[in-house]
Each structure stands twice: as structure tokens, then as C-alpha cells.
């Protein structure tokens, strides 16, 4: 809400000499962002003589019970103006509370007291406690200062985040937990200042080590001790008598060997930290705990062929830059259940045309990744070689038509057989070995299972026959095209 004046008098009178003279407010002087109780505002208020007589400018006084303004803040007094001048008043006050208040501003004159009505709201700074650990683990993990020793209260902490838009003062604040005396609580020091975004930690004792942002250390205890079975954190503004920030917690978060922390961060409720989005980590001061920041689907962009299954994966960027696959908790969705049909993250493609695959994780939806499905024929030798979606294996080469005669003894068993020697090779193009054993080849031809891995860059024959000397590598051609599937 800003603070500002609502309007301005305006004083026509006759001055003693017998002429007149006009003492104007001009509007919009005093115009305010939001201001913190015990805060001094600094601003101009601009006054106007619109008559034909000099006017003196003599006091500046306010009055307002959520308002003060100390005598040796007011400026420019004694100040003289000609007819048909202005000049700006330097005033500073400072709002007392943080309630809604009315004042009255009055600049004496020579002639009289023109008088402004101010109206606001004195307003705390959005400074938020974002992270407690009232219960370090109790092994080498609980080391939260990263001063080489776990302690039960020195590894304690409280973390603070200014989630507004201005830097923050915190000069003379005090935090401390539930039950301690105003003596024996931690109070901020001189020239303490929490940028827009920046964290804050207090840790109960040691030497904190590797922590970002503003870090200071109690006596080895914060206030009287963050008690497992549950307290209440306060940051006090002591200038103004008043609580800024408070955060409470019970044993069922208290007493769990990590910390809690604020999700959606610094604004939605505590959550345990292990149990955020993401999460895994114990604690995390002075850093954004390792939220999800974007999601990506995996493949982003491929083209299959009718019936091709493809495995699809939800790969999460953290806020710390870092990344992995997520598979629990996804919620995946298709834009066409004619084209791919979704069975978790299996797809399959039923049908020709586009589909965008998206993923849901923790309330957010990744950049869908697109999946075209094409009838293709790969005896085209003009046609691009067909990349499996579950690896970087490729159909090198298709012989659906053996040449007359000897030439067409393409399985070299000595007779030419217009099916037996028909065949499809599959290579691996990537730079590690690839396991095919249950694989199979969509719609064309069934792979029998084989546990030796393909090596990388190795390429593996697979002939196409009907013959009672293999009997289980029967293969039937039902289509013109081929597509390799991991099971």
C-alpha cells in the first residue's frame, strides 16, 4: 500500500497591510512507497504564494498520535516568498506504528497555518524466517556450520530471506526463540544490511565455514536453545516494540534430525526438509533449498515409426545448476492419444502424425518434448538410417530384395532363398556398449533374446529367415519397415 498525502488546503486571506496573499499546497508533494515503522522519511513539501505579498514560511509541525517529528528535523523555517514563487519544505517524520494512521501536517505562515492531511499505512519489511534446524542429525551429517564437529546447539540455526524488493536494515534487531529475556537474545550488529533475495544465518556457536550470504554465531545457543519438542522464533524490531518475522514448529518437525523449510519459498508453510521438491538434503543454509526449477522431457524431439514403444524421462534442473531423472511422482500427459498413447511413461505410437509428451512434477509441467510418428520405409536407400528411441542404435542396412542366383546368397549357406536371406542390420553408433537382449523388432521380426552386450561402434547381423536348423529366430514379414525397441 502506498503511503501518501490524500489532499491540501488551500488559504485565501487578507494579510494586515490590506492586500492579499495566498499560501498554496501544490498536490502530489509527498508521495511514499510503503514505510517501516521507526523509519525516517525524508520529503519535500511544496509550498506556493499565489498573492500579491511576501510570505514567511515560520514553522512545520505534525500531529498525529502514530506519528513523530523531533523538532530538529524540521528544515527551512524563517524562509521568505515573493508573490508567484513556490519552494519545497524539506520535512522528515518518522511513522510510529505499523497500523493504518491519519495526520495532519501544518506549515505556519505569516498570514496563517496551511495545513495538509496525511494518510498511510506504516508497514513491516517482508523479511521472512525461511529455514529452522532445531535438531542436527546426530552423526558427522549434523555438522550444519561445516566447522569440522557436529554440535547439538552449535549446529543449530535459524535462516532469514528478504523476499521483498528492498534492502533491509536490521541495525539493533534481535532473534532469539520463545522464553528469552530481551538481554539475552542475539542482536544484529551495526551496518547490517539483507539485500532483495539474500539469506541470512544464525547459528547457534562455532565457525561456520563454506556458508553463503550474511552468517553470525550466538554464544552457542540460540536464545535459551531450539528445543526438539517444539518453540517459537522471533525477529523483533526493538525501535518499535514489534515482532517482524515469527515462525513456530511442534515435535512432530522438531525432532526429525533435518530442518524445516519454507515451500513455496518464503511465503507457503514449513515443510520437513528432506520432503521438499527435489529434496534429499538434511538442511541447507544460506542457499535455496534444491528446488526443481524447470523440467524437461527426454527425448525432447524424435521421430518414430507406427508402433514403435519409446520410454519416456522426466529430467529435473535444480536451482543449483544440477540435474537428474525423476521417476516417481510424474504425472506424463499427451496432446494426442490417437498418436502416442501413454501407459506411465511408456509410450506407444498408435497412430501417424504429432504428439507433444508433457511431464507433471510437484504441481509444475515440464517443456513437452514432441514426438512425430512417420510410415516409413527403409528400403528407401535415399531414406535416413532410423535411431532407436532407448539408445543410439541405428538400422544400418536392409536387404528385402536378394539378387538372382550366387549373388543373393546374402547368408552365405550356400543356396539363395528369396526370404532366408533377406535380412536387417542394426549398428551401435554411440561409444559405449548397449545390451540388446530383449529386444525385438516392431511389427517385421522378432529378435531372440542374446546377453552379450553390442559394443560400441560394433555392428550386429540379424538375419531373417524361416529355417528348422534356427528354430527360434523365426521371422515373418508382415511390413516394409523396421523399428528397433528396448523391452
Not at 83 to 95: A, H, K, Q, T, Y
Not at 405 to 423: H, Q, T
Amino acid at each position: 500500500m502506498r503511503q501518501v498525502l490524500v489532499f491540501f488546503l488551500v488559504f485565501l486571506v487578507p494579510e494586515r497591510t490590506g492586500l492579499w496573499a495566498q499560501a498554496v499546497a501544490t498536490p502530489d508533494t509527498l508521495r511514499f512507497g510503503p514505510v517501516r515503522a521507526g523509519t525516517s522519511v525524508l520529503d519535500s513539501v511544496f509550498v506556493a504564494n499565489g498573492g500579491q505579498a511576501d510570505l514567511v514560511l515560520t514553522a512545520v509541525s505534525i500531529d498525529g498520535t502514530a506519528f513523530h517529528l523531533p523538532d530538529a528535523l524540521i528544515t527551512d523555517t524563517g524562509v521568505v516568498l515573493p508573490p508567484d514563487r513556490s519552494m519545497g519544505l524539506p520535512v522528515r517524520f518518522e511513522p510510529e506504528g505499523l497500523a493504518f494512521y491519519f495526520a495532519d501536517l501544518t506549515v505556519e505562515t505569516s498570514i496563517d497555518a496551511l495545513t495538509m492531511h496525511l494518510a498511510g499505512e506504516g508497514v513491516r519489511e517482508v523479511v521472512v524466517i525461511q529455514e529452522i534446524l532445531a535438531d542436527p542429525p546426530a552423526d558427522v551429517r549434523g555438522d550444519a556450520n561445516g566447522d569440522g564437529t557436529r554440535h547439538h546447539s552449535q549446529d543449530e540455526f535459524v535462516e532469514l530471506l528478504n523476499i521483498g524488493i528492498r534492502a533491509v536494515r536490521l541495525d539493533g534487531w534481535q532473534l532469539s526463540d520463545a522464553g528469552t529475556a530481551p538481554g539475552s537474545r542475539f542482536t544484529f550488529p551495526e551496518n547490517t544490511v539483507l539485500e532483495p533475495g539474500q539469506r541470512l544465518v544464525l547459528f547457534g556457536g562455532g565457525s561456520p565455514a563454506g556458508i553463503p550470504g550474511l552468517v553470525f554465531v550466538d554464544d552457542g545457543t540460540i536464545g535459551g536453545g531450539l528445543k526438539n519438542g517444539g518453540d517459537e522464533v522471533y525477529l523483533i524490531d526493538p525501535s518499535v516494540t514489534d515482532t517482524m518475522a515469527t515462525a513456530a514448529y511442534d515435535g512432530k518437525t522438531g525432532d526429525r534430525n533435518q530442518s524445516i523449510a519454507r515451500h513455496p519459498q518464503g511465503r507457503g508453510p514449513f515443510l520437513l526438509h528432506s520432503e521438499l521438491p527435489g529434496g534429499g538434503a538434511l538442511f541447507s543454509p544460506g542457499r535455496a533449498p534444491n528446488l526443481i526449477q524447470r523440467i524437461e522431457v527426454l527425448p525432447a524431439d524424435t521421430t518414430v515409426e507406427l508402433g514403435a514403444t519409446i520410454r519416456f524421462e522426466a529430467w529435473a534442473v535444480f536451482n543449483d545448476g544440477s540435474g537428474s531423472t525423476i521417476d516417481d511422482g510424474v504425472a506424463w500427459h499427451t496432446t494426442n492419444d490417437a498418436v502416442i498413447s501413454l501407459s506411465g511413461a511408456i509410450g506407444t505410437a498408435v497412430g501417424m502424425g504429432t504428439a507433444d509428451i508433457a511431464a507433471g512434477v510437484s504441481g509444475a509441467i515440464s517443456v513437452p518434448g514432441r514426438v512425430v510418428v512417420n510410415d516409413l520405409d527403409p528400403s528407401n536407400p535415399g531414406g535416413p538410417p532410423l535411431e532407436s528411441a532407448g539408445a543410439r542404435v541405428v538400422i544400418d542396412e536392409v536387404l528385402a530384395d536378394p539378387a538372382p542366383g550366387p549373388r543373393g546368397d546374402a547368408n552365405s549357406d550356400g543356396v539363395r532363398d528369396g526370404k532366408a536371406d533377406e535380412f536387417v542390420e542394426i549398428r551401435n553408433v554411440d561409444s559405449k556398449p548397449v545390451t540388446i537382449g530383449g529386444w525385438r523388432a516392431q511389427r517385421a521380426i522378432s529378435l531372440s533374446r542374446r546377453p552379450d552386450p553390442l559394443s560400441g561402434n560394433a555392428r550386429s547381423t540379424v538375419w531373417w529367415w524361416q529355417s528348422t536348423r534356427y528354430p527360434r529366430t523365426r521371422f515373418c514379414r508382415r511390413r516394409k519397415y523396421w523399428q528397433w525397441v528396448d523391452q
